[in-house]
């Protein structure tokens, strides 16, 4: 997997339990944050959505991932029970989630709903 650049603009970030109070809670624009997993199917269905709405969606929102195995803190705070759960975070809390694989449009809208 391709690591992106930090500041370009629709680049999907991986988040650590290090690092999520700065990169999501602090975060002044509406976070999405992908809960997955290596082994989970459903959320290799869903990375490439999210690659296209990062790109379409540019500095409305930012789009990090959460690996939930090697970050066991952060899922076991916000009670992540299945993968893929996307969360939406604005204003350092959580406003919006989802579990499973959905279709792009019903994400942006899930995404839309918080800003």
């Not at 999520?20 to 992908?34: A, G, I, K, M, R």
Request: proline fraction near 8%; hydrophobic fraction near 40%.
């Amino acid at each position: 997997m391709l690591v992106p650049e930090e500041d370009s603009v629709g680049a999907i970030k991986d988040v650590t339990d290090a690092t999520f109070v700065s990169e999501v809670l602090q975060s002044p624009t509406p976070v999405l944050v992908d809960f997955w997993a290596e082994w989970c199917a459903p959320c290799r269905k869903v990375a490439p959505l999210l690659e296209e709405i990062a790109g379409e969606m540019g500095d409305k929102v930012r789009i990090v991932k959460v690996n939930t195995d090697e970050n066991p803190e952060t899922a076991r705070a916000y009670r992540i029970m299945s993968v893929p759960t996307l969360t939406v975070f604005k204003g350092g809390q959580p406003v919006q989630s989802v579990a499973g694989a959905k279709p792009k449009g019903d994400l942006i809208k899930l995404i839309e709903s918080a800003s």
